[in-house]
């Protein structure tokens, strides 16, 4: 170890160093770099090596190995290699099911009962825009549950953003996918900054958990209706998954819900589960039921429709004619195309779209491509309703015209390739994840991607990385 100052690293951070950490950051944390994330993972150890004064990766790897302060330091690595994305009612389907179903699902159950009691748990959630998101959701679904034992436990293994959770500051861009009327109700504008009010604060009980390490036999952890661990796993291999999933299983009461990110699936992971579709939203749940095995085939992982908090019939099976009509999964509010006409235009096929009239948007659409046929934008949103009225071929075509107008189209790709997917046909679907790992290892981690929402190019990447284990252990 060098005695003092920070230091420029001209080491050369070899394979077998790459292959050491990244092995001893998967055990410590779950969290798996394939090797086009070497430079990623090389980014946050050099940050740490000029500041520990080591001369070398090598040096550095030993001393998290054998020293005594171990612990601390990987606690400083992992505060480095955590993507903490996340925002307020991220994803809007999602709590749209929880306020219209779920939680009346789990009161009802309740209400008779001598103690009353909902049990939720957010793991992995980052700066607490998620639990937050929850006990807001909570209050707005029943604003007086005085009598009532309601938990709200938020977990995460970053000690640097529960601590941020706690504080309760956000920025306006936190709470981009909320409601103007509960920014209103559950923040104090400060400065530049949203304070969360310490009623919602409160209801949320913060601790440090790691997935991979800690035990899931604690009380807080005991009797669980509700489980969000949403865009967490994807960044786990599979087995890992596997295995958290499983004890989450047993965590959960029966009857008791799953909630995932939207590029995420248990198909190959488990099949324990159910699958519940809502409008725009599938989430799982544990039930004695049996579980068909077509529920298990993976979806188009596209970000929503921005309908923000949509009010939809409570229902948790849904008819074939209503699933026709449900188009999940679309980012109608990118920026359209240059032609004014053509923004109008597709601005009013997208409120059709939001508006469930799926028909109707179509209609719109088809007029907007016939007039402008280089009109990607139309061509996406015409895939995706394609897609979600179960017309395959239909919606490869039009996520072809989007790649043929633009080759750097990823979303298009990977929309493709879970076409192929839901068809079995695991070759084809393979090559489409290949093109989208081809473009995706060209961008920053943290860009944004074409036609998406909130899918950030790391995040899209790790999605489709995670389809080709699954498509190459299908094939094995
Ligand atoms: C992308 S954020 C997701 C936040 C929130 N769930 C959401 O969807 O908005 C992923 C979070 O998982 C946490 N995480 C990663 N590995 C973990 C582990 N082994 N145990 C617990 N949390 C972990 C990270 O620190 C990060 O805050």
Redo the contacts with the bound molecule.
């Keep these: 170890m060098r005695d003092t100052g920070p230091m420029e690293h001209p080491a050369k951070f070899s394979d077998d160093d790459f292959i050491l950490f990244r092995d001893l950051l998967s055990q410590e944390?779950?969290?798996y770099f394939s090797h086009d994330r070497k430079q990623h993972l090389q980014m946050a150890l050099d940050e740490r090596l000029s500041q520990g004064r080591y001369e070398s990766y090598r040096e550095y790897y030993h001393f998290i190995q054998s020293h005594p302060k171990r612990q601390e330091e990987v606690r400083h690595l992992i505060e480095l290699i955590?993507?903490?994305?996340?925002?307020f009612f991220?994803n809007g389907p999602h709590f749209a099911a929880l306020m219209n179903t779920v939680l009346p699902e789990i009161m009802e159950r309740e209400k008779n009962k001598p103690r009353k009691t909902i049990r939720i748990w957010?793991?992995?959630?980052?700066r607490g825009?998620?639990p937050y998101s929850i006990a807001i959701a909570l209050k707005e679904t029943a604003p007086s549950l005085h009598d009532w034992d309601i938990s709200i436990f938020a977990?995460?293994?970053?000690q640097r953003?529960l601590d941020l959770a706690r504080d309760g500051f956000y920025a306006l861009r936190d709470l981009s996918h909320m409601p103007e009327e509960y920014i209103r109700r559950y923040f104090h504008k400060n400065d530049q900054h949203y304070q969360l009010v310490d009623q919602i604060k409160k209801c949320v009980k913060f601790g440090c958990?790691?997935?991979?390490k800690s035990s899931f036999r604690i009380p807080e952890l005991r009797d669980l209706d509700i489980i969000?661990c949403?865009?967490?796993t994807i960044?786990f291999d599979l087995q890992t998954t596997k295995r958290i999933v499983e004890q989450f299983y047993d965590c959960l009461n029966d009857g008791g819900y799953l909630f995932i990110?939207h590029a995420e699936t248990l198909w190959q992971i488990t099949d324990k589960y159910a699958l519940m579709e809502f409008p725009q939203a599938y989430i799982y749940k544990k039930t004695k039921e049996r579980m068909e095995t077509k529920s298990l085939s993976p979806f188009a992982g596209v970000p929503e429709i921005p309908l923000g908090i949509v009010r939809p019939e409570p229902t948790i099976s849904i008819s074939p004619e209503k699933k026709n009509r449900i188009c999940k999964d679309a980012d109608l509010r990118k920026p359209f195309a240059a032609h004014p006409q053509a923004k109008t235009r597709l601005a009013q096929a997208t409120l059709l779209a939001n508006q469930a009239q799926y028909e109707e948007a179509i209609r719109q659409l088809e007029g907007i491509v016939k007039d402008d046929s280089l009109c990607q934008e139309a061509y996406y949103l015409l895939g995706v309703l394609y897609y979600n009225a179960g017309l395959y071929d239909q919606a490869v075509a039009q996520f072809r015209k989007v790649i043929y107008i633009d080759h750097g189209a990823a979303l298009a790709y990977f929309n493709l390739g879970n076409i192929y997917l839901h068809q079995k046909k695991m070759s084809s679907a393979q090559k489409e994840f290949e093109n989208v790992r081809r473009l995706l290892e060209k961008r920053r981690p943290e860009e944004m991607v074409e036609f998406s929402n909130d899918f950030i190019a790391d995040y899209l990447l790790r999605a489709c990385e995670n389809n080709l284990a699954k498509i190459a252990k299908s094939l094995v």
């Design positions: 944390t779950g969290i955590t993507v903490g994305e996340t925002s991220r957010s793991a992995g959630c980052s825009s998620e977990t995460d293994i970053n953003v958990h790691n997935l991979v969000f949403r865009n967490v960044y990110g």
